[in-house]
Each structure stands twice: as structure tokens, then as C-alpha cells.
């Protein structure tokens, strides 16, 4: 009897980034700073998911709103980028990024490179699908598995990315995730990229340096990190 398969899920860290922005426009005073739930309705979470631990109002408040911060820093760096003539946009770590779904109108002049883990874009298309916004011409999906897969620079240009032209290139979220080595291979990688173009990355502060009522967050935040050794070195190996 052949086994039962694994479902195919998100990437628990995309769906937490996720529901952190539609709880910044439930629960966070106006003017909210992005809007965005459209990572909620793909999601469907079960009622009471706002009672989860990593939920709580109070204790993420900061680290909500700067995940919105985030967000909305990148969505005005692209439509002003745009504006000036770049027509590549690639996400690093993209999980359930809604700026093509958000901003169809921007979108619809970029080529848009999703690039994250196979089983979180394969589960985003099908919820794309299902919920009818369908999947743009100019938005593609890359998918890299980073302990088994070639450079997610290989996968990108034969995506169909032009590396002769300059493009914006957003990594949200993924540094922390990486080892040293790994960071700066990356951020190698990006220094080929053509005249013009523009990187927006994002970093962890040392503990030291961290403001008191953020500590404790980073503090379980670093914890987790070191559970995701599994993640690190083989990324580190192929891109370099």
C-alpha cells in the first residue's frame, strides 16, 4: 500500500509574518501603516486564531508593526523605483508576499521573481487559484529547496530574469536565518547585478543593542534560530 503523501503546507514562518499583518489592520489603531489581509483569506485560519500564543496582541505589538514597517518600506521603494524605469523586482524569502495581488496596477508593469522554499509556493499558487486572483503573466515563481537545489541565482535568471538590467531585489526577513558566511555570499551575488539596481535587506540587532522591551522577543527569536541549523550550511555551499 503506498504511503500517504505529506500535505503540502506554508512555511510556518510565512504564515506568521502573514497573520501578523492582517493583525496590525484588525486590532492596531488607524492610520494603519500597510493593509493587508490578503495573506489571511489565503491562509483561512480556524476562528480564534488571534488567541494563538505568537498572536497576542499585546505581547507583538512592536514586532507586528514593524513586520507592516517592512512592508510597506519595500512597497514604496518598488513603486518609486518603478516610476524611474526598473522593471524587475525579486523577493528573497518571498513566502506569502500580496504586493502583486495589493497592487495590481504597479505589478502589472514588473516582472515580479518570487523566490522560497517549493512547498510554500506550490500551496500559494493553488490558494491563489482557488481564491480567483489567479497568476499574472509577469509574476513568476522560483522555487529553491536550499539543501538540494543549484543557486537561487541559476534558478532566478532561468526564470527569466534579465541580468543585464537593474531590478530591486527585497530579503526581508531571510538574513537571520543565515550564517555569516552565507550572508555575505549572498550579498556577493547581488553586487553582479546590473548598474542601478537596489538591494533592501533586513538584520537582526545584537542583544546588546536591542531596546529592553524588544529583549525578550529576540530572545526566543534566537532560540528558535538555532533549531534551523538544518538550513544553513547547505545554503551556504551553493552560493558561494
Request: aromatic share 8%; hydrophobic share 40%.
Amino acid at each position: 500500500m503506498e504511503q500517504d503523501k505529506k500535505a503540502i503546507e506554508p512555511d510556518n514562518t510565512a504564515v506568521r509574518t502573514a497573520l501578523w499583518r492582517a493583525l496590525h489592520v484588525q486590532v492596531d489603531p488607524q492610520p494603519h501603516i500597510i493593509e493587508d489581509e490578503i495573506g489571511l483569506q489565503l491562509i483561512a485560519p480556524n476562528d480564534g486564531w488571534q488567541q494563538r500564543p505568537d498572536m497576542d496582541t499585546n505581547f507583538t505589538r512592536r514586532v507586528r508593526v514593524s513586520m507592516a514597517a517592512r512592508a510597506r518600506f519595500v512597497d514604496d521603494l518598488v513603486i518609486e523605483q518603478s516610476k524611474k524605469g526598473i522593471t524587475q523586482y525579486v523577493i528573497l524569502g518571498a513566502g506569502l508576499d500580496t504586493f502583486a495581488q495589493r497592487r495590481p496596477d504597479i505589478a502589472a508593469q514588473l516582472q515580479l521573481f518570487e523566490i522560497d522554499r517549493p512547498d510554500t509556493q506550490t500551496w500559494k499558487q493553488q490558494r491563489l487559484m482557488e481564491l480567483g486572483y489567479g497568476i499574472p503573466d509577469g509574476l513568476h515563481f522560483v522555487p529553491v529547496n536550499f539543501e538540494t537545489d543549484s543557486s537561487w541565482w541559476e534558478k532566478l535568471v532561468r526564470s527569466g530574469f534579465d541580468r543585464s538590467k537593474p531590478a530591486v531585489v527585497a530579503c526581508a526577513g531571510v538574513s537571520m536565518y543565515l550564517t555569516r558566511d552565507a550572508n555575505l555570499a549572498l550579498l556577493r551575488q547581488v553586487k553582479s547585478l546590473a548598474a542601478g539596481s537596489i538591494l533592501a535587506l533586513t538584520f537582526l540587532l545584537p542583544l546588546e543593542l536591542v531596546e529592553e522591551a524588544d529583549k525578550q522577543l529576540l530572545q526566543i527569536m534566537n532560540v528558535y534560530l538555532k533549531s534551523l541549523t538544518f538550513f544553513l550550511n547547505p545554503y551556504q555551499q551553493r552560493i558561494e
